[in-house]
């Protein structure tokens, strides 16, 4: 047994934050349920029975104490109220020049692709001092990413990606965790955060480097998995170019419009019938079975590699 | 009543004759009318009916404490040494099945509801007796259901059966498992409807709506619940079983469904049904504080509509569970919201307690203290989940031990001290014998330290992130962990001890009178323990609730 920990590592700016609203909201707590533990205490012994004591004229009730503790504390609740889903809502929105990585979840490890190719299982390289937005994935199950440096977690939910972001400004490993019941080996499904400076970033990325980025990986599956072959530039099939698509709305055959993000990449590849481009046949297969998250993912960044091109029109 | 010298022959004609093996109130009550097995298992009165849930509740509440202290006996260190990263998994989830199924949500409601609505309202049983015995054996059905899981190899789903785990990758029993809480779920209709229409039909005259016992009131409330969200739950585990026995893609999204679905329908019911755990134990606080302060309740009113209150704006909370879930982020904001306005009620049925016992005249005994730890517990337990309702502290705590605590300071130090506050208070009404008082306060303190003690330290191991359902764990956390099962040991011995004085005192208690606690109520108007038709002559009521004496001007009597 090493000493006794009481307070848990800060490792951004934001978790020290989250302390300071947890700690406030721990004093105001104090404030509203110490008139209770006290009256009760000194009532039970000064109208303890057969002591006497002046009992004349007791209150039944008093609406206007009733109305003002009802109230008051709800009054102090608003400020934490405000202050805290001012927090949450940050949390949602990732600033837009984070480095993105993909994360995918499966009974029991964690998946981790950098932008630049680079894979790792249960240990996560990050650098501090730039916003890291990290897109979720489930293999199978629903997991939870949970960094408690960081004060974050966020399920990993299948069939959706979800996303968590955070600017870490603390140099050290972190413990990372599942922290949703996801079956045997949940308790184990665990690994580290490091978070680096930014040249040991470099260096990491360096000495695992790969010779292909996520996108020449997908650009690779594209070929292999034979979406060229209807997508391609020489394909004879009616199906769309998928320059220029991502980002960009999208008319549906059902009348209606979405905007194809990773989300709708992802949906088109493995519910292909869900969701029908409108002006074409609906006979791309589905991948379900024959493509895992991480795959999909890097189509995904092949897909959105190519946003910048012209969109071609059905 | 000690001088009595135990080795002399009973007297039946002396009422404080301690070798007594039966009072003539005994005689002409409910107890004895009728020995044999077949009197108990297909009475339709309503008291003995209380009984056999007594029982049954209380085993199952054993059952699920042999699971609760093989978690803790595992969690002393950081290995997973005990058990296998299954068992473990399998004991969490039957100790939660157990514990919220077949103890907390029929506790109160179907011990003490059964037993005392009829007599607090004036009536001679429940408006549908048969109906009540069926919903007793409809529980036993769902209770064996559980019992041939457990032999079966257990379930691993953790009792909230979160898809798509339970439905399409789970191993152990999950559809006899799901199938054991369905068929539960209809006792629970039944209880509540039962109750709702007691309380609506049967009331004697003069026993108005304002002149309710608070501990009708909460289980009205605690009804309406049971019959509104309890179907939800029975049909989302249905949907379960069909997705894993058919394919039927409800919640899997490979079959097209959506696993936030379960989880909104399931919080749908979940959520209300920890007041359904809680409203009743309010309901006795408010009996044994009025009791034990000889004092009318400060602003009925406001105490009665407070549990209303908080069964409506309880079913409009259920998001808070899905935070971190992927839910909208405006969702979160409104349902963190109403998590603040669902706690509005509970704060003021808490200040209103405290003001009851200002200028009282409180007799430190046990239903006393333990309406005090309740409310000390439940003070603290409410006031953590509003740290929980916190969008961004939640990101933090949620599925931790921090949450673990906080609903075990709810359920386990609210519900179970109200629950073992109104065995001890009303034991006396029930058996028609009084218990030792002191062990009574014993193990009220007992049981208040060893809780503070097994929970308590999960705040902290919470807030130092380690996620619940873990049995694998760093060691710097032992320390933690270590404490909270010492607490739970103490806390085990305590839940021991009434078995020993309670029982002893069915023998050799001193008799009670009908009113031993020299309490307001119509249930302490009848002789202890009550005959089988609860009143001879039909009572009428031209008074108040809690109509203690009050001292107003210097000499009048207190
Ligand atoms: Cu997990
Ligand atoms: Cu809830």
């Given amino acids: ?314 | 009543m000690t001088d009595v010298p135990i080795n002399k022959r009973a007297d039946p004609n002396d009422i404080r004759d301690r070798g007594l093996s039966e009072t003539p109130e005994e005689r002409a009550s409910y107890l004895r009318a009728g020995h044999t097995l077949r009197s108990w298992f297909l009475t339709t009165d309503h008291k003995r009916i209380a009984l056999l849930y007594l029982v049954s509740v209380t085993f199952f509440f054993f059952v699920g404490g042999i699971a609760a202290a093989l978690i803790r006996i595992d969690l002393l260190t950081p290995e997973g040494d005990l058990l296998s990263n299954e068992g473990y998994n399998r004991a969490f989830t039957l100790h939660g099945v157990i514990m919220v199924w077949f103890f907390l949500i029929p506790s109160i409601p179907n011990t003490f509801g059964n037993f005392l609505i009829p007599l607090m309202i004036g009536a001679k049983d429940l408006a549908f007796p048969r109906l009540n015995l069926l919903s007793w054996y409809i529980y036993v059905i769902g209770g064996l259901c559980t019992l041939f899981v457990l032999v079966a190899g257990g379930v691993d789903t953790g009792w909230t059966f979160y898809t798509p785990l339970s439905s399409m990758f789970a191993h152990g029993q999950v559809v006899m498992a799901a199938t054991a809480v369905f068929i539960v779920g209809f006792s629970s209709i039944l209880t509540g409807l039962n109750f709702i229409v007691t309380i609506h039909k049967l009331r004697c005259p003069g026993m108005t709506w304002g002149r309710l016992p608070l501990f009708v009131w909460s289980h009205y409330a605690t009804s309406l619940i049971l019959v509104l969200a309890t179907p939800v739950l029975s049909i989302t585990l249905a949907l379960i079983a069909a997705e894993r026995l058919f394919g039927v893609g409800v919640f899997d999204p490979k079959l097209g469904g959506d696993p936030l679905l379960y989880q909104h329908l399931f919080w749908f019911y979940s959520h209300p049904a920890v007041y359904i755990m809680v409203l009743p134990g309010l309901g006795v606080v408010s009996e044994l504080v009025t009791a034990a302060a000889r004092k009318r309740v400060f602003g009925y009113w406001f105490v009665a509509g407070s549990s209303l209150a908080i069964a409506a704006v309880g079913f409009l909370v259920w998001g808070h569970h899905m935070f971190v879930a992927g839910q909208s982020m405006y969702a979160s904001a409104v349902f963190s919201f109403l998590s603040l306005v669902v706690a509005v009620p509970s704060a003021v049925k808490v200040y209103n307690w405290t003001a009851t016992l200002y200028k009282g005249q409180i007799a430190i005994d046990p239903p006393f203290l333990f309406a005090a730890s309740f409310i000390g517990l439940f003070v603290f337990g409410g006031l953590t989940g509003l740290v929980l309702a916190m969008l961004a502290v939640d990101m933090h705590v949620h599925d931790t031990y921090f949450v673990i605590a906080h609903f075990h300071y709810i359920m386990v130090g609210g519900t179970v001290s109200a629950y073992f506050g109104a065995l001890h208070f009303w034991w006396p009404k029930m058996f028609g014998r009084t218990y030792p008082m002191v062990w009574g306060r014993i193990m009220a303190l007992l049981i208040y330290l060893g809780f503070n003690l097994t929970f308590f330290p999960q705040f902290i191991l919470g807030y130092l992130g380690m996620p619940r359902r873990y049995h694998v764990y760093p060691p710097e956390w032992q320390v933690w962990n270590v404490l909270s099962s010492t607490g739970a040991s103490i806390l085990g011995i305590a839940y021991l001890l009434p078995f020993v004085y309670l029982l002893w005192s069915l023998r050799y208690g001193p008799p009670a009178s009908a009113n031993p606690w020299g309490a307001a109520g119509l249930e302490w108007t009848v002789p202890s323990p009550p005959p089988k038709e609860n009143f001879v002559e039909t009572p009428v009521v031209d008074y108040p609730a809690y109509n203690y004496p009050m001292e107003m001007e210097e000499g009048a009597r207190g």
């Fill in chain 1, 1 to 314: 047994m090493s000493a006794l920990p009481f307070w848990p590592h800060e490792a951004s700016a934001y978790s020290a934050e989250i302390d300071h609203l947890a700690l406030a909201f721990t004093v105001l707590i104090v404030l509203l349920s110490a008139p209770v533990f006290v009256l009760m205490i000194i009532f039970a012994v000064k109208y303890r029975r057969g002591r006497t004591a002046d009992r004349r004229h007791p209150v039944n009730s008093r609406i206007g104490f009733e109305i003002s503790w009802a109230v008051i504390p709800f009054a102090a609740m608003l400020v934490f109220y405000v202050w805290s889903t001012r927090l949450y809502f940050q949390q949602h929105h990732p600033p837009g020049n984070a480095l993105e990585i993909q994360v995918v979840a499966k009974q029991w490890m964690w998946k981790f692709q950098h932008p630049g190719g680079q894979r790792e299982i249960n240990e996560l390289h990050v650098p501090i001092g730039r916003p890291i937005l990290l897109t979720l994935a489930s293999q199978d199950v629903i997991h939870d990413l949970y960094v408690p440096a960081l004060r974050l977690k966020q399920d990993v939910v299948p069939g959706r990606y979800t996303s968590l972001w955070f600017d870490a400004d603390t140099v050290g490993v972190y413990r990372l965790q599942c922290s949703q019941f996801c079956g045997a080996d949940h308790a184990v499904m665990g690994g580290y955060v490091h978070l680096l400076s930014p040249s040991d970033y470099a260096r990491w990325l360096e000495q695992a480097g790969t010779d292909m980025s996520l996108a020449s990986q997908g650009a690779a599956l594209f070929r292999t998995r034979g979406c060229s072959g209807c997508h391609g530039a020489a394909a004879t099939v009616k199906a769309p170019k998928l320059e220029g698509l991502f980002g960009h709305e999208v008319p549906l055959s059902d009348g209606s419009v979405v905007t194809a993000d990773a989300q709708y990449i992802r949906d088109s590849i493995l519910m292909p019938h869900a969701q029908v481009a409108a002006g074409y046949p609906d006979i791309m297969p589905t991948f379900q079975n024959v493509l895992a998250e991480d795959d999909v993912l890097k189509l995904v960044a092949y897909i959105k590699s190519l946003a910048a091109e012209p969109r071609s029109k059905p």
